[in-house]
């Protein structure tokens, strides 16, 4: 019986459901037939043996499902887990509270204490990956000195021999066999559901580019704060179980660095982006553990597990599942770049309404496509694109940001109206680019106002600017690495304006790759891209989002002019889908042929706005863009 | 709570002085890796206690002069700082895997040393250990004067270094930029090695004085990681003089709560003075 897939084929929503119900049948079938264990008549040793590979299992992947999934390394789960054992220890045995019911407690107290750890170090910007594991690692010591210093220990540890085991099985050993059994079915779905989710997704987002996942509508601090409070939680409910188990608790024993090396150990030797990663890694080190202290060689012990450590991260990076998946795609059908369509036949692809309140597919024909092949189209309901007279959309009144000193933005003052393409000019340096990161909340506005139908931006987090209807591409793509091109696109379907659900958000991405000429390379990872490609996905990205304004950074730069004039065709096409866009370009030619208005910015100021033919000429604006000579 | 005497509460300041001096000497190295290499080497603590204990070795054994054993320690702690630099260069290592192998690299070293000199405390007696003189109505102990005066100077010959030499400049230029600065002709792998050799010598000499001044235990090297890092993080990246004034502000801290409350309540200290600034400075980090 295999538990682990090694790849993730193709699925359409209906497999995809049915994968998750066949995964979680799987582990509720396992977990029933271990179950029965108890009732075999083996020797106590093997229930307890097996206690310990569940409580390793519940470790490490809770601690997986925050750290492995969004990349931020915690050594503090030996805190989390501590918080657990002595909120029993202190219920059972001084309060007489039924042990059962201190398990809820353990798990409120641990997830308490991560939240207070991550509502500080979260709010970090820079090196807060870092920060956060030491941090997590200082919290295990100060969380020690308090309990020995207070009467929630006071020095001797705690005896928890008075407080009866609940009679779950046939014998002690079989009842805590059980619990752990129902703590590692409860954790391995919750790692399994998170996976598979919208949280997922988010998370692994996070481990690839926290900075671009927020600005395409992730909400990362609440994500990082739900993935550490599970985690947190379920690393209680097993000190809970734990500190019944050892029945004698101790601060020295319990705070200690023993248990975050091991649960790192294991999920990075299993595998950290794969829910049954910590698994694998969780059964082979509680075999080597138990030989060594079988063995009565703890010290050594631990120096091999340091340099296990040191070998797997060195020769073993992505675990053992990561290394045969590895394999199994070295070995498997490469998708080929003769499977993708010619560039030049991309738009005759079927065209997603970008309108949001349709998720139907129109089929729209440009002039382009008159040759086109395969694809059914109708008709074009063509007419010129007519500037609509629409209202305010975007509102920026004397934008500034300063980058130690110099102004890229300086006092900007200008209107976006409803359905209108807007050309943003002006030479390199001139603050474009750093525009757009201020509109999508990439960067924080140090003064003016910002207002997007109404809604305030300036105070806005970049998530919710997304979610709002605020889409962008970045100049240099910056796509999630270890996402598909698929999950890449599906990403921001579901955390965009659009906030489909995830099975939803596959199809729509679906779409819009087949829009983008890029379907072929659906499973392929950003790596495997070229150049145009990863434009291209930058734009399929922005598109999935079904954005109400449109931030295209740069999107001709590095194209053919071919290539140009059907990407022209193509925003004029999304424009007629509904949404308005802000052209940052430096292809005239495009410039001149798509925009209805341009304003022309020059060392952070806006120097001209106007009808693109008329602006292009003033004096201020020839002088801008190639020296004064030439006025 | 009885308010202790002035005397005490100056004593204490002054003993909070000279640990936070060994605070600073500590997070230097960490400091100008983790700012100017982008690498976490916890592997510093570990190198430290190495340190320490070899030196302990040597004069209690040997009966060698403790600060002659530095002849030995600070070649021996930069070829080993070298050598793990090269092992992360030619694996690539991310600067958080950095973490991980150091991570794993301290655990081993730990294990050795407690595997050679047993989980008891050791404490090195030597000529120095009771050398102390008068100050006014304070004892000033000679090993503690002794770690201020290297840690000040270290830090100021780091500071002077990365301002008025060419490979302090090309150090910090490749810091803001690697490509860009190797596409300048700097060597950058060369000034790695040199750095992660200088930083490892650091903490040679960081041990030394550990062993001159306190106890040891193979244990205390995690003990001195949260507060060590504390005052680097404190005392801002890659910067000289940050770790000092960082650590002499915890160690005083440390000192005054030791003196005003109980001993035991000293680690919670230093991990406060972080969470204030990450709570009022957040944009720092």
């Known amino acids: 019986m295999s538990v682990i897939e090694l790849a993730d084929p193709p699925l359409r929503r209906d497999a995809r459901a049915a994968r998750t119900r066949n995964v979680t049948a799987l582990i509720a079938g396992a977990a029933v037939a271990l179950a029965f264990v108890p009732y075999l008549g083996l020797p106590p040793f093997y229930e307890s043996f097996l206690y310990l590979t569940f409580h390793w299992i519940v ?21 989390f887990f501590g918080a657990g054992m002595y909120t029993t220890a202190t219920l059972a045995a001084k309060l007489d509270v039924p042990f059962l019911l201190t398990l809820p407690a353990a798990a409120f107290v641990a997830m308490t204490l991560g939240l207070a750890v991550g509502a500080v170090v979260f709010r970090v910007r820079r090196i807060r990956g870092e920060l956060f594991a030491l941090v997590t690692l200082a919290v295990t010591f100060v969380v020690g000195t308090v309990v020995l210093n207070t009467p929630i220990d006071g020095g001797p540890g705690v005896y928890l021999s008075g407080v009866p085991v609940p009679k779950l099985g046939p014998t002690a050993a079989s009842s805590f066999y059980l619990m752990a059994l129902a703590a590692m079915v409860v954790t391995l779905l919750a790692a399994y559901l998170i996976q598979r989710s ?3 997704l988010g998370l692994f987002a996070i481990h690839d580019d926290e900075d671009v996942a927020e600005v395409l509508g992730v909400p990362t601090f609440r994500s990082k704060m739900i993935a550490l409070a599970v985690s947190c939680a379920l690393a209680g409910v097993a000190g809970g179980i734990h500190a019944l188990f050892v029945s004698y608790v101790t601060a020295g024993e319990t705070f200690t660095i023993t248990v975050p090396l091991t649960v790192v150990l294991m999920s990075v030797l299993g595998g950290t982006r794969h829910w049954a990663g910590p698994v694998v890694g969780a059964a082979i080190i509680t075999a080597l553990l138990y030989a060594f202290t079988a063995g009565n060689h703890p010290v050594a012990g631990r120096a091999v ?3 296990l450590l040191i070998v797997v991260i060195l020769f073993l990076p992505d675990g053992v599942l990561g290394w045969r998946r590895k394999i199994a795609k070295a070995h498997g059908p490469k998708p080929t770049d003769d499977q993708l369509p010619p560039e030049s036949a991309f738009l005759d692809r079927r065209v997603p309404s970008a309108d949001e309140e349709s998720g139907t597919i129109e089929t729209v024909a440009t002039p382009a496509m008159a040759t086109g092949p395969s694809t059914a189209t109708t008709p074009a309901p063509t007419g010129p694109s007519m500037p609509r007279a629409g209202a305010d959309l975007l509102v920026a009144k004397h934008l500034r940001k300063s980058f130690s000193g110099v102004r890229a933005v300086d006092d900007v003052s200008l209107t976006i109206r409803e359905g209108e393409i807007l050309g943003l000019l002006g030479p390199n340096g001139s603050g474009k680019s750093t525009f757009i990161n201020l509109v999508s909340g990439h960067y924080l506005i140090d003064a003016g106002e910002l207002t997007f139908r109404g809604r305030d931006l300036a105070r806005s987090d970049a998530h919710v600017i997304a979610q709002l209807g605020i889409a962008r591409t970045y100049q240099i793509p910056r796509p999630f690495a270890h996402l598909t091109v698929l999950e890449n696109v599906a990403l921001t379907a579901m955390f965009g304006a659009a906030a489909l659900p995830r099975a939803e958000a596959e199809q729509e991405a679906e779409r819009w790759l087949d829009f983008t000429g890029l379907a072929a390379k659906r499973d392929a990872l950003p790596d495997d891209l070229n150049l145009h490609q990863r434009k291209f996905l930058e734009l399929a990205r922005a598109l999935a989002a079904r954005p109400r304004l449109l931030l295209l950074d740069e999107v001709l730069s590095g194209l053919t002019p071919g290539e140009i004039n059907e990407a022209i065709a193509l925003i004029r096409k999304i424009r007629d889908g509904g949404a308005t866009i802000v052209f940052v370009e430096h292809v005239m030619r495009a410039v001149l042929a798509l925009t209805d208005r341009v304003v022309v910015l020059d060392h952070g100021s806006v120097i001209a706005e106007g009808a693109p033919h008329e602006v292009m000429q003033r004096r201020e604006v020839v002088t801008a863009f190639l020296g004064a000579g030439h006025a | 709570m009885n308010l202790p005497s002035g005397t005490l509460l100056a004593q204490s300041a002054l003993s909070g002085l000279f640990v936070g001096a060994l605070y600073g000497l500590l997070g230097l190295g960490l400091s100008l890796s983790w700012g100017l290499l982008r690498q976490i080497n916890l592997a510093h603590f570990a190198l430290a206690f190495l340190a320490a204990y070899v030196c302990f070795q040597l004069s209690s054994v040997a009966h060698v002069d403790p600060l002659l054993t530095l002849a030995l320690i600070v070649p021996g702690c930069f070829a080993a700082g070298v050598a793990i630099q090269w092992l992360f260069a030619r694996f690539r290592i991310s600067p958080f895997n950095s973490l991980l192998v150091t991570f794993g690299l301290t655990v081993m070293l730990e294990s050795l040393i407690q595997g050679i000199w047993t989980a008891d405390f050791r404490r090195l007696e030597s000529t120095y ?5 008068r100050l006014g109505p304070l004892y000033v102990p000679a090993p503690e004067l002794l770690t201020f005066i290297v840690a000040l100077a270290l830090s100021l010959a780091v500071w002077a270094i990365l301002k008025y030499t060419d490979a302090g400049r090309a150090l910090r230029a ?6 860009i600065a190797e596409a300048f002709g700097i060597d950058r792998k060369k000034l790695a090695l ?18 001159l001044s306190q106890t040891l235990a193979p244990s205390q090297i995690y003990a001195w990681i949260g507060v060590v890092f504390a005052a680097v993080m404190m005392g801002g990246l ?10 002499i502000v915890i160690g005083v801290s440390e000192a005054l709560t030791m003196a005003i409350t109980a001993p035991s309540w000293a680690p919670l200290v230093s991990f406060s003075l972080l969470l204030v600034v990450l709570l009022a400075r957040p944009g720092r980090f």
């Open chain 2, 174 to 179: 490749a810091a803001e930029d690697g490509p």
């Open chain 2, 129 to 133: 250990g009771d050398a102390r003189f």
């Open chain 1, 198 to 200: 919208k949280l997922g």
């Open chain 2, 194 to 211: 040199l750095l992660a050799g200088v930083s490892a010598a650091s903490a040679g000499i960081g041990g030394v004085c550990i062993a």
């Open chain 1, 305 to 307: 597990f340091g340099a």
């Open chain 1, 59 to 79: 470790l490490a992947t809770s601690w997986n499902i925050l750290s492995g999934y969004s990349g931020y390394f915690s050594f503090g789960h030996g805190a």
């Open chain 2, 238 to 247: 890659g910067r000289p003089f940050g770790p000092l004034v960082a650590g």
